[in-house]
Each structure stands twice: as C-alpha cells, then as structure tokens.
C-alpha cells in the first residue's frame, strides 16, 4: 500500500481525486470523439445510427394518438400473439437505443486511439442495432 495513499483515505481526499479522475476519462472520450468523428467512415455509421434513432421517435410520435392501449408486441406464425403490451412500452425500446447507441459510441472513442478496428466494428453493430430497433417500432406501428 501506498503511503500517500493512506493518508488520502484518512483526509477523504480520495474523493475529491476520484471526481478528477472521472471528470479527466469523460474530458478524454470527448476529446476522442471528435477524432472519432473526422473519420468519414465513423462518421457516416454514427450519423445514420442517429437518424435512425430519431425517426422511430418521429414515427412513435406521429402515430401515438392512432394507437389503442394494448399493443401487440410479437405475434408467434403458429400461436398467434404472444406479447401484448403498453405504449411505454415503444418509448422504453427507444430509449434502449439511445442508451445503446450512446454506449457505443463511448466505447468506440476509447477503442478509437488503441485499435481503430474495434471502433469500426462497434458502430457497425451499433447502425445494425439502430436498424432492427426502428424495423421493431415500426412493425408494432403497422400491426396496431
């Protein structure tokens, strides 16, 4: 053990470098995001990503006053439906990629400076996620 160390434990310094350190990591993803954004490649998957994102919310939000109560969430080709749900539940997918989407392009600015290809198969997914998600909003669109 450091000494210094216990001594920061027993000021409560340790606090105080914590918030630093976590203030410098998101200063650095930021810092590397806009690397990460020069790259046209990177860009133009991170950009369609988003689009995609937004026009579900358009859709949702266009076609939300049409929609009654209990979705259908999934219909089975043998059993028929087999989930049933709210209209939050379009607003959790949603919000699931957006978290994902955000996650993702966090963990591509990191990957970003040590292997560029990881950064390219991480918004990869991250457009095919993009798309399934608006894909699902608008089947449970269409079906109800």
Known sequence: MYPGLLIQIQTGAVHR??????????YFIIKTMVRLLKDKILLILSGLSLLMLVAGLILV?????????????????????????????????????????????????VFFLRERILSYIVLTINFIISLFILINVANIIMLN
């Open 61 to 109: 939000y266009a076609n939300i006053k049409g929609l009654s109560s209990p979705l259908i969430i999934h219909i089975n080709a043998f059993q028929g439906v087999d989930m049933m749900g709210g209209i939050d539940n379009l607003w959790n997918i949603l919000l699931m990629g957006t978290l994902i989407f955000v996650i993702n392009n966090a963990l591509a600015s």
């Open 17 to 26: 470098y914590a918030g630093s350190l976590l203030y410098k990591k998101i």
